[in-house]
């Protein structure tokens, strides 16, 4: 063992002392840091031949790095629907570092983790109010959850037409029919095989929508004539956070042979509020349903869950069973994650979800989930009676998608003026051919008092 290595486990608890310090300190001033920076990185150095030992580390990396480190995790980052990390998911992250085990096995394993991540699949299921015939595990985010998702639903539409895709190779015709598909499940769709441009995309209801006009898609599956497809559904579009009709879906999969996907990645967490659980009402129906973790459940990246109905589960390990290695076993005869999902080495995201929904339960996330939206609706407000400002679609949850009145050229340079304040992130986005910007609320610390504070520098940066 090297001498940097030998004296770093002789002081491990002088080294974890440091880096949870500096990690309170972080968390402490993460309000005040800025969600935004303009430095460059230093030039990179050549590997020291020896090693420097973990203190060493940490010293040069707050020299060079660490005031790069945006307040991504903070109450006024708007951008890619970030949400922070609750004071128990830490605790549950940092255990996974330290335990490092490797949620796979169940039957025949001495490890627990596996058993761990199924309980949480069974907490978020509780959570959601969806039934336990779903079979779920934790990927990487919302992209792998779609792709996990929609490779069984590959399968699924192969096996309707007696092909074995995950044997022999995509071929035919595939369907794929969608109104407002998020940029991951087109993605997906091109790691498949299937194309990226391979979908039919469905004409979005009247008025200010992103979701799908039913009528519109009941034409176009009549059209195919009995022929199997798959439907990819927004439970939470990006830009306005709108969703598509789950229920009238769930009357048309009553009469058609079809694979309905639910793509939820941050607008399955409406199911925590009373006040907004209908617009999820009849996803039960679902065959599959990608939520992503590290949004609105606010625990650390990287973090999602697929759900897929426990009745497709051959399909499933058609899919991603490690079929060439006899070590592992069968896939058919007992149950590992390594054959139900795209990784075979992952850590243990499920704990830091486990800890935050035992921590906070059903009425801390409805908590959660009703501030996001009260803040949203807030920031909606301001913008609908401002001169300056055009709310482009109404607030439905907790995005607020909005652009400059009457000055479509401005609104680009406005929103990296306003987002090199450091004290505010939002995306830039087109909505209808419209230049426009998008904040999207799920973080647990935003609070009314942060909307005003970027409100207060929309005002100054507008102003000029």
Not at 246 to 266: M, P, R, T, Y
Request: proline share 3%; with cysteine; charged share 20%.
């Amino acid at each position: 063992m090297n001498t940097p290595l030998q004296n770093d486990l002789a002081n491990m608890e002088s080294l974890l002392d440091a880096v949870k310090h500096q990690g309170l300190d972080f968390l402490g001033q993460l309000s005040n840091r800025a969600t935004s920076t303009n430095a460059v990185v230093q030039a990179v150095e050549a590997l020291n031949e020896t090693g420097l030992g973990g203190l060493e580390a940490l010293s040069q990396f707050n020299q060079k790095l660490e005031k790069l480190i945006v307040a991504s995790a903070g109450p006024r980052y708007w951008g890619f629907v970030t949400g922070g990390a609750t004071p128990a998911a830490i605790m549950g992250d940092w255990l996974t570092s330290v335990f490092d085990p490797n949620p796979q096995a169940i039957k025949g394993s001495l490890d627990v983790s596996a058993n761990i991540e199924l309980e949480t699949i069974h907490l978020l299921l509780n959570l959601f109010g969806l039934p336990q015939d779903f079979l779920g595990g934790f990927v990487t985010g919302a992209t792998m959850s779609n792709f996990t998702c929609l490779g069984v639903a590959r399968q699924w539409i192969g096996k309707e037409s007696g092909k074995d895709f995950a044997k022999e190779g995509v071929s035919g015709d595939i369907k794929i029919l969608t109104a407002t598909p998020h940029s991951s499940s087109v993605k997906s769709l091109s790691m498949l095989g299937i194309g990226s441009h391979n979908f039919t995309k469905i004409k979005t209801a009247e008025g200010n929508r992103e979701s799908i006009d039913i009528k519109e898609l009941e034409t176009a599956v009549k059209e195919l004539n009995g022929q199997p497809f798959i439907l990819i559904s927004s439970a939470g579009t990006v830009n306005t956070a709108d969703f598509d009709d789950l229920q009238a879906i769930a009357k048309l999969k009553a009469k058609h042979n079809f694979w309905h996907h639910v793509d939820g990645a941050f607008g399955a967490f409406a199911a925590c509020s009373p006040k907004h659980k209908h617009l999820v009402s009849g996803w039960e129906h679902a065959d599959s349903i990608a939520v992503d973790c590290h949004k609105w459940l606010n625990v650390p990246y990287e973090s999602a869950v697929f759900l897929v109905k426990e009745k497709h589960k051959t399909r499933q390990i058609e899919t991603f069973q490690n079929a060439n290695a006899p070590y592992l076993g069968s896939a058919f005869d007992s149950f590992n994650y390594l054959n139900l999902l795209p990784e075979n080495s992952r850590r243990l995201k499920a704990l830091p979800a486990w800890f935050t929904l035992k921590a906070y339960g059903k009425k801390g996330y409805q908590d959660i989930v009703e501030n996001s939206v009260e803040c949203a609706n807030l920031l909606g407000k301001f913008i609908a009676e401002s001169d300056v400002f055009e709310l482009l679609a109404p607030v439905r949850l907790n995005n607020v998608c909005f652009s400059l009145r009457g000055n479509q050229e401005n609104v680009f340079p406005f929103l990296a003026k306003l987002n090199e304040t450091g004290k505010v992130s939002m995306t830039p986005t087109v909505y209808q051919n419209k230049r426009a910007i998008r904040a999207a609320f799920v973080n647990w610390r935003t609070t009314k008092e942060e909307v005003e504070k970027v409100i207060g520098e929309m005002r100054t940066v507008a102003a000029g």
